[in-house]
């Protein structure tokens, strides 16, 4: 699986070092969809102080939830495997959390005038549905689509950092930033993925 612009050895290199703590957590009786349920419930909670103008509280939870969220698969490894609704439930919350990310967001752009995140944030919002809804339909078809520059972990990895250097050293023109920068590059994904997909139908084709 491509990570797009997080460097693989990062991505890895955090999953192998959440793998005790989910043990800890399976040992704990906690499920895997438990911690899902945890994390989408975080990730909308942050998105909702995200739009009232809660840079550091936003911070807090969606940093959270993001570990939630990338805890969850590993917890389902440590407890002898995944299911198949535990699948579904993953797929699902993370698209209520990709929408819960950016329409805080423009709802914030909204109430504090800021034209241009409004726009990205649309922008953001609508590229990063298309983004999984091309994976998943082209593995609906029998064909892979894990490529671009902007997977799912790449545009939150993006957006936290935006929104970091915003709470923590009121860059709020970073946050702005970072928003754009992945509504370009979940846009410029979206294309790569619409090619490759194409290109490997057009080849099972013949």
């Known amino acids: 699986m491509s990570h797009g612009v997080v460097p693989k050895q990062v991505a890895e290199g955090t999953r192998l070092g959440l793998a005790p703590v989910a043990r800890r957590i399976v040992a704990l009786g906690v499920s895997a969809n438990a911690v899902t349920l945890l994390g989408g419930a975080l990730t909308c909670i942050g998105a909702a102080l995200l739009a009232m103008n809660m840079p550091l509280a936003a911070l807090v939870a969606?940093?959270?939830?993001?570990?939630?969220?990338?805890?969850?698969?590993?917890?389902?490894?440590?407890?002898?495997?995944?299911?198949?609704?535990?699948?579904?439930?993953?797929?699902?919350?993370?698209?209520?959390?990709?929408?819960?990310?950016?329409?805080?967001?423009?709802?914030?752009?909204?109430?504090?005038?800021?034209?241009?995140?409004?726009?990205?944030?649309?922008?953001?919002?609508?590229?990063?549905?298309?983004?999984?809804?091309?994976?998943?339909?082209?593995?609906?078809?029998?064909?892979?689509?894990?490529?671009?520059?902007?997977?799912?972990?790449?545009?939150?990895?993006?957006?936290?950092?935006?929104?970091?250097?915003?709470?923590?050293?009121?860059?709020?023109?970073?946050?702005?930033?970072?928003?754009?920068?992945?509504a370009l590059l979940s846009s410029v994904t979206l294309l790569v993925r619409v090619v490759h997909v194409g290109r490997q139908l057009s080849t099972k084709g013949r």
């Open 62 to 182: 969606l940093a959270v939830g993001t570990l939630a969220d990338t805890l969850d698969g590993q917890v389902a490894k440590a407890s002898g495997g995944g299911t198949a609704f535990g699948a579904f439930l993953d797929s699902t919350i993370d698209r209520l959390s990709d929408a819960a990310l950016f329409i805080g967001t423009v709802l914030l752009a909204a109430t504090t005038g800021q034209a241009a995140l409004l726009w990205w944030g649309l922008v953001a919002l609508t590229s990063s549905f298309l983004v999984s809804y091309v994976r998943a339909k082209g593995e609906s078809m029998g064909v892979g689509a894990s490529v671009g520059p902007a997977p799912r972990e790449a545009r939150i990895v993006i957006f936290l950092l935006g929104l970091a250097a915003w709470a923590l050293f009121d860059l709020q023109l970073a946050f702005t930033a970072a928003v754009l920068i992945v």
